[in-house]
């Protein structure tokens, strides 16, 4: 059997593929401090006095990377700073040579702040921050920077009104929601998810690394990983919780216009989801009648997932079967960089027909985010 | 046998809002009489998993609706199936609020001097 590098060398690509990356992440260089001219000087002033630090995002000793950091090593700028921290490294590496026309910038430290690290309040003021970081710092120098803005996923409310206050903005593709341990068909959720259809904005959810650490973010079910590796594999667990929880919920019935894109949790456990999920709506209806269609079509229309992290079964071709199975209209092209799981375009799902690849590399992301 | 069938009981052995089986030839058929006055003969086999369908609960259902609301409705017209739950129009045989609906098994009746007749 051939490896997907194999498959690359026997079967060059026929055309030029147009590629939108769904999940990049960008660091914020020189730590928190960067961000302390956009918000109140009495705020700044606190993290300050905190010694506020974002160097890592607090992971415990047993969930630190193996090989010392989720970031590539091979990332770093020429001044040696850590990947993902310098827009113009990540033009000249990773959009430039793979030809990619728009990445999603979705950061993991404010992510990580607005699910577990920082109190309500201070969530609120560093999303506010991280946004007009960016905002100001990113998407003018490029284009093709696409960011998915943060909110503080502790106060709906004030969630939605950042929402309003800059996801007007043209490059705001997203509204990055980092998950806690409420489940997303819960009508806790609703304020975010009017003002997201109200801006024709994507959710997106994604791991923040808090991850099965702290109270009051999402656990791994069972128990407690004991390693990286046993974090890492059940992370989608939380994705699987939160399809459900949408979908049950009557979430795309209260608000038919909404998307929700499932970034970094892979995809290949959707299909048994699906299905067991439409079996039992099939069977019990009524205790949830806002359910009106089977459950397959809301996740269809409604959400999608991005690619990465890819498996890797024996055969290739196995997660080609996978893929026809369950149907090319919920992939959307993600590589992750600059952690060490990025999936790079020239290598990946190079077992898909050419149709499908441009639907899974370009055009379901074309539809799901607010690309203007 | 008349003309009209197989002759299952008297009307009023057949109490409204229940299912009572019955035997014709080989075939179990359960009874059903609708408060309207009209009387149903169904296939006691579920066409979903070959369930005894008509030993399930004769009863009302929520149909769709908005998020976080019940409405009530089609009380004593609804067959629901005792395993799987499959919910059924006892008038129509067909299951309830489904794109593509699985049917089951409906026999003609006639009342005839106080007697049900059922047509197999």
Same mark, same amino acid.
């Given at each position: ?299 269809? /229309? &409604?959400?999608? #997932?991005? *690619? ?6 024996? $055969?290739?071709? !196995? =997660? ?8 090319? /209209? &919920?992939?959307? #092209?993600? *590589? ?6 990025? $999936?790079?375009? !020239? =290598? ?12 899974? #590399? ?11 | ?45 579920c066409?979903h998993?070959?369930a005894?369908v008509?030993?399930g ?22 067959l629901i199936c005792p395993w799987h739950g499959y919910?059924y ?32």
């Amino acid at each position: 059997m051939d490896t997907q590098a194999e498959l690359t060398e026997k079967r060059p690509a026929k055309a030029a593929l147009r590629i939108i990356d769904c999940d990049v992440h960008p660091t914020v260089r020189g730590g928190v401090a960067s961000i302390y001219p956009y918000m109140p000087e009495a705020w700044s002033r606190r993290f300050a006095r905190k010694n506020t630090t974002m160097a890592s995002i607090a992971l415990t000793t047993k969930y630190q990377h193996p090989n010392g950091s989720a970031i590539r090593e091979d990332t770093r700028n020429a001044q040696g700073e850590v990947g993902g921290s310098d827009p113009h490294q990540i033009i000249a590496e990773h959009i430039g040579p793979n030809n990619i026309e728009a990445v999603l910038l979705n950061c993991l430290q404010s992510g990580a702040f607005c699910s577990a690290l920082a109190t309500v309040d201070e969530s609120i003021v560093l999303a506010s921050s991280f946004n007009d970081y960016f905002l100001n710092e990113w998407l003018s120098i490029d284009r093709r920077f696409r960011y998915a803005m943060a909110v503080p996923s502790l106060d709906p409310a004030a969630a939605a009104d950042e929402i309003r206050r800059v996801g007007r903005h043209p490059q705001i593709a997203a509204i990055s929601v980092a998950p806690i341990n409420v489940l997303m068909g819960n009508r806790y959720w609703w304020p975010i998810y009017a003002a997201a259809q109200e801006h024709d904005l994507p959710i997106v959810v994604h791991p923040t690394g808090t991850d099965s650490i702290y109270q009051g973010t999402p656990m791994s079910a069972g128990g407690i990983p004991d390693s990286y590796i046993e974090r890492y594999v059940t992370l989608c667990q939380g994705a699987e919780s939160n399809v459900n929880s949408l979908v049950i919920s009557g979430t795309f019935e209260k608000f038919p216009k909404l998307k929700v894109l499932f970034a970094e949790f892979g995809f290949t456990w959707m299909l048994p989801l699906v299905w067991r999920m439409d079996r039992t709506w099939r069977q019990l209806r009524h205790e949830t009648p806002w359910v009106k269609r089977s459950p397959v079509d809301y996740v269809h /229309d &409604h959400i999608r #997932f991005t *690619t990465q992290p890819l498996d890797e079964p024996h $055969d290739p071709e !196995d =997660l080609d079967r996978l893929i026809q199975l369950m149907g090319t /209209d &919920h992939l959307c #092209f993600s *590589t992750d960089y600059p952690h060490w799981d990025n $999936d790079m375009p !020239d =290598l990946s799902l190079r077992t898909l027909s050419p149709a499908d690849r441009k639907k899974v #590399f370009f055009e379901n992301a074309l539809q799901t985010l607010r690309l203007n | 046998m008349s003309k009209n069938g197989v002759n299952v009981g008297q009307v009023a052995d057949f109490p409204v809002g229940k299912c009572r089986l019955v035997k014709v030839g080989d075939v179990e058929i359960g009874i059903v009489r609708l408060a309207n006055g009209e009387v149903h003969a169904i296939r006691n086999r579920c066409p979903h998993k070959g369930a005894p369908v008509c030993k399930g609960i004769v009863g009302g259902t929520w149909p769709p609706s908005q998020v976080g609301s019940l409405d009530f409705v089609r009380d004593g017209e609804v067959l629901i199936c005792p395993w799987h739950g499959y919910e059924y129009d006892i008038k129509t045989g067909v299951e309830l609020y489904q794109d593509s609906p699985t049917r089951l098994r409906k026999y003609q009746t006639t009342i005839e001097s106080g007697s049900v007749f059922v047509t197999i």
